[in-house]
């Protein structure tokens, strides 16, 4: 058995580093691409898990507690770290297009209008929507990234 403390999950430790550094959910949000009641949902789960409270929420956006200002810059540190890391070695896609599949409904009621904040942050990048119902099988297929929901057999 190891001795390692089982932890948290990723996106937990994610929406707490984003919001942060931006002390404010909707700007977290808007840089993770999800919904502000998302992100308060992972943030409170972490503080439930680590039976810690990390923020102070007031009207004006939020404050760090004790807690939440010891684990905010170490965190930061090790998802520069983690993205180095990644970063070293993935291959180099020069291509500038990312194809993301996707239900045709998803893209027109959630992508589609906040596809414009990922293109202002990543200019360089051509982002190219295939709709289908389908799974997507990418051996097959030229599709970077598939979005679906629901229960697949």
């Not at 119902?133 to 229960?151: K, M, N, T, Y």
Request: aromatic content about 8%.
């Amino acid at each position: 058995m190891s001795d390692r403390i089982r932890l948290p999950s990723l996106n937990a430790l994610r929406a707490f580093e984003t919001a942060g550094r931006h002390l404010n959910l909707r700007a977290a949000a808007d840089e993770l691409f999800v919904t502000p009641y998302a992100l308060s949902h992972q943030i409170r789960g972490l503080e439930e898990q680590l039976s810690v409270k990390l923020f102070v929420r007031q009207r004006q956006g939020l404050s760090l507690t004790p807690a939440g200002r010891t684990l905010l810059p170490q965190l930061s540190v090790a998802f520069v770290q983690l993205s180095e890391a990644v970063a070293a070695v993935r291959p180099v896609r020069h291509s500038g297009i990312l194809t993301v599949s996707m239900l045709s409904t998803f893209a027109m009621r959630w992508f589609i209008p906040r596809l414009h904040r990922f293109q202002r942050q990543h200019p360089q990048i051509e982002v190219r929507i295939s709709t289908s119902i389908d799974l997507v099988d990418f051996e097959q297929e030229d599709v970077d990234c598939a979005i679906r929901s629901g229960g697949w057999s």
